[in-house]
């Protein structure tokens, strides 16, 4: 199976912060990741699909980047509902997997 | 609006069998384009694909979970199911339904309508 590596695990922030969450993919998977916010005790939320393209009614602030086995997910300026935790997630192949999260939180 | 909504036992005992269905609205559930999956969150822990069923009826599944898992869709009720055999306390977990979408514009898209999730505890 591919694994996905995130980093950080964690990161403290303030709003208005650049932030940035690399994942790196253990074997090429072209462009075939996306990014998902989940916050505490709910589903997670498609942010970013085809590791650049922004899912329908996400803000403009999040952005995505990278292909082959190294990604990131930026926030040019975090906002208070950002503060949650962010996952890739590879679907080059079988199984898909999971990166272990990163949490972002208060500075 | 398209919205999914697991239901099912909250508590299986050790060996027996978690059954979950994921009820589909506002959308239809044998349009191609989609595939049905379960994702599932241990406490605590990060986020696991277990499996995914196309509109063609190709179920694809985490090997991790060996022989013990079964999706299945009803489109006559507009749902989907996961059967988990032999369940243990690892399997412990709040379980997500979600659809996934694929588009010949966009490609794969991912995971863009999910259930909220429901807690299925594992224990005697």
């Known amino acids: 199976a591919i694994q996905m590596t995130q980093s950080p695990s964690s990161l403290s922030a303030s709003v208005g912060d650049r932030v940035t969450i690399t994942c790196r993919a253990s074997?090429?998977?072209?462009?075939?990741l996306g990014w998902y916010q989940q916050k505490s005790g709910t589903a997670p939320k498609l942010l970013i699909y085809a590791a650049s393209n922004l899912q329908s009614g996400v803000p403009s602030r999040f952005s995505g980047s990278g292909s082959g086995t190294d990604f990131t997910l930026t926030i040019s300026s975090l906002q208070p509902e950002d503060f949650a935790t962010y996952y890739c997630?590879?679907?080059?192949?079988?199984?898909?997997?999971f990166g272990q999260g990163t949490q972002v939180e208060v500075k | 609006q398209v919205q999914l909504q697991e239901s099912g036992p909250g508590l299986v005992k050790p060996s027996q069998t978690l059954s979950l269905t994921c009820t589909v609205s506002g959308d239809s559930i044998n349009k191609g384009g989609y595939y049905w999956s379960w994702i599932r969150q241990r406490p605590g822990k990060g986020l696991e694909w277990i499996g995914s069923i196309y509109y063609s009826g190709s179920a694809y599944y985490n090997p991790s979970l060996k022989s013990r898992i079964t999706v299945s869709v009803d489109t006559s009720k507009t749902q989907f199911s996961l059967t988990l055999n032999s369940v243990t306390a690892a399997d412990t977990a709040v379980y997500y339904c979600a659809r996934g979408s694929i588009t010949v514009v966009r490609g794969v898209v991912g995971f863009d309508y999910w259930g909220q999730g429901t807690l299925a505890t594992v224990s005697s």
């Open positions: 074997q090429d998977i072209r462009n075939e």
């Open positions: 997630l590879q679907d080059f192949n079988y199984p898909w997997t």
